[in-house]
């Protein structure tokens, strides 16, 4: 055999037994400072409610404080296990006040602009405070990414009018037998309005809305800010619809009212389906009424 194989093959011996060696020491070490990530769940206890503001607000924005901590903390809601509940008030003093529950003091911010209330939830002070991740496994894992599931945000909100920006994804809005002049809500969670009866009803989401037994003069959608919608045993005198692409809307005959259709643009289309007979009332803004 030459000299230049032998030298070749040794190389590619040595290459391959070096390779085995770094698996086998990797696999016996703690991985300190390697990205890894670690699961944790945090469930915020809901004993005594607390008023969190007694000064007047009309419209409230949720959201959540930047986080402070070096480590890289992802947080989660569950939408069915965390939400904004909105409902009439049931007392002449719990008229237009936001409640939660009493394991939150400390842990929200408020203050108010103007008619807004914006409200801040400090997400890192409620895991330190309920001791979700320990300080000493963060120390020796400074590259680690944590992923918290928050169970028990709930907020409760006693309004007359009902004016909500929530900016929490995964934070459900649900709005119950309210007599008013005006919903409008933006949200990034789910949205339920049932049993409600306003003047004008206006929601926003990319998640799902259910508004259903409710009536309703003027409901507002705008079909670019809506993806999964429907209603339920409602009564709304007239819908308006607008949107700036193709949209498909379907109905039963059990829907009354008038629809109006108010596209953005040229490019602006509605595809209406209907099953069965129906007295609804189609208009179009270029039409003329008799």
């Not at 770094?22 to 699961?39: A, E, L, V, W």
């Not at 002049?181 to 409600?196: A, E, M, P, Q, R």
């Not at 008038?258 to 602006?268: A, C, F, Q, R, S």
């Not at 069965?276 to 009332?281: A, D, F, I, P, R």
């Amino acid at each position: 055999m030459r000299l230049t194989t032998k030298i070749i093959i040794g190389i590619i011996l040595s290459i391959f037994i070096l390779s085995i060696l770094t698996i086998i020491g990797f696999s016996f070490s703690d991985r300190k400072n390697y990205n890894t990530s670690h699961n944790r769940s945090m469930i915020i206890p809901q004993k005594n409610k607390i008023a969190l503001t007694n000064e007047p607000f009309k419209v409230i924005v949720i959201e959540t404080e930047e986080p402070d901590s070096e480590n890289t903390y992802y947080y989660f809601f569950s939408n069915k296990e965390n939400g904004l509940f909105i409902n009439p008030a049931t007392t002449v003093d719990d008229e237009n006040k936001l409640f939660a529950p009493e394991s939150f003091t400390g842990c929200i911010s408020a203050h108010t602009n103007n008619d807004t209330l914006i409200l801040k939830i400090k997400l890192d002070e409620l895991r330190r405070k309920y001791g979700i991740i320990d300080e000493k496994d963060v120390k020796i894992r400074p590259h680690s990414r944590f992923y918290v599931t928050v169970t028990g945000l709930n907020l409760y909100w006693n309004m007359s009018n009902v004016d909500v920006i929530n900016k929490l994804n995964g934070l459900q809005t649900r709005i119950s037998n309210l007599e008013t002049d005006s919903i409008k809500i933006n949200s990034l969670g789910d949205v339920t309005i049932d049993y409600c009866k306003a003047s004008v009803i206006e929601p926003v989401t990319k998640q799902q809305l259910t508004i259903s037994n409710c009536t309703a003069q003027v409901l507002n959608f705008d079909l670019d800010r809506l993806n999964n919608w429907k209603t339920e045993s409602c009564n709304i005198k007239v819908t308006n619809f607008t949107g700036s692409k193709n949209a498909n809307l379907k109905y039963d005959n059990s829907v009354r009212g008038t629809l109006n259709w108010i596209p953005k643009n040229k490019d602006g289309e509605v595809t209406l389906t209907i099953k069965g007979e129906t007295s609804l009332e189609l208009k179009h803004p270029s039409s003329q009424d008799p």
